[in-house]
């Protein structure tokens, strides 16, 4: 069956840097893109970021260009996010997904992002 585990949240100060990992099974990870979304407290899920299954193709929402990079390894069957320059408002719980395709999740890491 499908599994994602996220894993390398943590509190950090504003302006730090995480880099999130999620590790994929039960699936052949190199034929799909992958999609990173976060949970802030009390809102919706948002979209962060999708990668292709190449790897060469990136795409952001708006408030993370130039902060976040999304990447992968189809030899480990992980995607990870590289999060720079960290601020209050990306404090949120971090999931992993397979792009268009909500019916699988991983149980998200948390990040915190305060003084």
């Known amino acids: 069956q499908v599994q994602l585990v996220e894993s390398g949240g943590g509190l950090v100060q504003p302006g730090g840097s995480l880099r999130l990992a999620c590790a994929a099974s039960?699936?052949?990870?190199?034929?799909?893109?992958m999609s990173w979304l976060r949970q802030a407290p009390g809102k919706g899920l948002e979209w962060v970021a999708d990668?292709?299954?190449?790897?060469?193709?990136?795409y952001y929402e708006d408030s993370v260009k130039g902060r976040f990079t999304i990447s992968r390894d189809n030899t480990q069957n992980m995607v990870y996010l590289q999060m720079n320059n960290l601020k209050p408002e990306d404090t949120a719980v971090y999931y992993c997904?397979?792009?268009?395709?909500?019916?699988?999740w991983g149980q998200g890491t948390q990040v915190s992002v305060s003084s």
């Open positions: 039960g699936f052949t990870f190199r034929n799909y893109a």
């Open positions: 997904s397979k792009t268009n395709d909500n019916r699988y």
């Open positions: 990668i292709n299954s190449g790897g060469d193709k990136l």
